[in-house]
């Protein structure tokens, strides 16, 4: 079964400074690979995704994640944080199937210090 | 605003009772998802929908049941309540494995926040 481990359940980072979550995944061959942003009361938005090819990945927000397979890892990273990013970031991974489902991890809280 | 609706957006009942929770998909999805998201589980996925059928199962409860509709739309559910159902619900849906894998990405809803007292 896939599993996803977030290891931080908080991380405080202050305005300007740079910004890495970590997520590692548990799965049998290559997976999709999701970082989904929730804000408080709001639902989850959709940051980035891997899929296939290009092991580095851009998103929405300035955000990028790296797919490294020899780690099983897929890292979140911002180079300079906004005080609007706070909130929980999620990472899932998804098989490779037509009904893909998704394993989330238990987020990681990102407190934003100016 | 990813095109996903969820109705209602708070919901507060009495343990025992039941409530359905209502989804729409994004426009031109045939996959839905209903997720349900605790502070003691996270994040949880329930069970999957597409095209009307019943494709995947999670830790869906015996109590809880859904369908989706010849419309597309989605109903969750939720019966015989109880405090630990309290939660926020949510709803994704994907356009299907017939547009490509790559097109396999979920679009989450706003959420229901499920009070049971």
């Known amino acids: 079964a896939q599993s996803v481990t977030q290891p931080d359940i908080h991380i405080t980072v202050s305005e300007g400074a740079s910004l890495e979550l970590r997520c590692n995944y548990s799965?049998?061959?290559?997976?999709?690979l999701f970082w989904y942003v929730q804000s408080p009361g709001q639902g989850l938005q959709l940051l980035l995704k891997y899929f296939s090819g290009d092991t580095l990945v851009q998103g929405i927000k300035g955000f990028e994640a790296e797919f490294k397979r020899s780690q099983s890892s897929f890292n979140l990273r911002k180079p300079s944080v906004h005080w609007s990013d706070a909130a929980e970031y999620f990472c899932a991974v998804g098989a490779r199937s037509g009904y893909s489902t998704l394993t989330f991890g238990k987020g990681t809280m990102l407190l934003v210090s100016p | 605003d990813s095109g996903v609706t969820q109705t209602p957006k708070h919901l507060i009942t009495a343990t025992g009772q039941r409530v359905t929770l209502r989804c729409s998909p994004r426009?031109?999805?045939?996959?839905v998802y209903w997720y349900q998201q605790s502070l003691d589980q996270g994040l949880q996925f329930l069970i999957q929908y597409y095209n009307g059928e019943e494709r995947a199962k999670g830790n869906i409860l015996e109590r809880f049941s859904a369908q989706q509709f010849p419309d597309l739309h989605s109903e969750l559910n939720l019966s015989s309540l109880e405090l630990g159902d309290s939660a926020l619900y949510f709803c994704?849906?994907?356009?299907?494995?017939?547009?490509?894998?790559?097109?396999?990405?979920?679009?989450f809803g706003p959420g229901t926040r499920l009070t049971v007292l």
């Open positions: 426009s031109g999805d045939l996959s």
């Open positions: 994704a849906s994907s356009a299907g494995p017939l547009a490509g894998g790559h097109t396999d990405t979920q679009y």
């Open positions: 799965y049998g061959a290559t997976p999709y």
